[in-house]
T-cell receptor, first 111, second 119 residues
Framework: RKEVEQDPGPFNVPEGATVAFNCTYS??????FFWYRQDCRKEPKLLMS???SGNEDGRFTAQLNRASQYISLLIRDSKLSDSATYLC????????????FGAGTTVTVRA | DTEVTQTPKHLVMGMTNKKSLKCEQH?????MYWYKQKAKKPPELMFV???????INESVPSRFSPECPNSSLLNLHLHALQPEDSALYLC??????????????????FGQGTRLTVV
């Protein structure tokens, strides 16, 4: 079983729509959780950290469910510029700083 | 300043060449990483340095040789590569807490990558 799994999509949504997707992790000792965004042929860029209480940054909302071992990302009022691959990243405390990546979820926002 | 700088941005090398990739950060981060990314795939971890010591080597072939001269610099020395090693090589850094203690890991910041082509 992979350490981190994501629905690859693609999610193809119209502008203004809401899109949400999850990421599951297998190791219950996972400690830190992040969403990164990666544009084609560019480096991953941090979108947001995911906290136990859930957190929001503008149109983006991240949730963590430790009991079911998943994190989620919700994008409201989608913009064309939100089109990207969203990577889920998990760090296991005992794994000496190793970031484990999901395969990424592709989102395409159409006009 | 949340910048990780990688050089060169592009590199074409022959299978008999020796080259080096360089990475620099001045955020005081004590964990630094090398990742390899192929098209339409997520980044794959190669090496992790924490406090200038190699802490993780993900069974990377010896034709890739990492080096951490100091807390701000990370190099990846390349020798006798194969065409299938062509990829985007990403460097990243993050704050690091000592293993088994501290408040945990903070987010990692990535450089723009070196796009390597082996011919």
């Amino acid at each position: 079983r992979k350490e981190v799994e994501q629905d690859p999509g693609p999610f193809n949504v119209p502008e203004g729509a809401t899109v949400a997707f999850n990421c599951t992790y297998s190791n219950s000792a996972s400690q830190s959780f992040f969403w990164y965004r990666q544009d084609c042929r560019k480096e991953p860029k941090l979108l947001m950290s995911v906290y136990s209480s859930g957190n929001e940054d503008g149109r983006f909302t991240a949730q963590l469910n430790r009991a079911s071992q998943y994190i989620s990302l919700l994008i409201r009022d989608s913009k064309l510029s939100d089109s990207a691959t969203y990577l889920c990243v998990v760090i296991v405390r005992s794994n000496d700083y190793k970031l484990s990546f999901g395969a990424g979820t592709t989102v395409t926002v159409r006009a | 300043d949340t910048e990780v700088t990688q050089t060169p941005k592009h590199l074409v090398m022959g299978m008999t060449n020796k080259k080096s990739l360089k990475c620099e950060q001045h955020m005081g981060h004590r964990a630094m990483y090398w990742y390899k990314q192929k098209a339409k795939k997520p980044p794959e971890l190669m090496f992790v340095y924490s406090y200038e010591k190699l802490s993780i080597n993900e069974s990377v072939p010896s034709r890739f040789s990492p080096e951490c001269p100091n807390s701000s610099l990370l190099n990846l020395h390349l020798h006798a590569l194969q065409p299938e090693d062509s990829a985007l090589y990403l460097c990243a850094s993050s704050q690091a807490s000592p293993a088994g203690g501290g408040r945990g890991h903070t987010e990692a910041f990535f450089g723009q990558g070196t796009r390597l082509t082996v011919v």
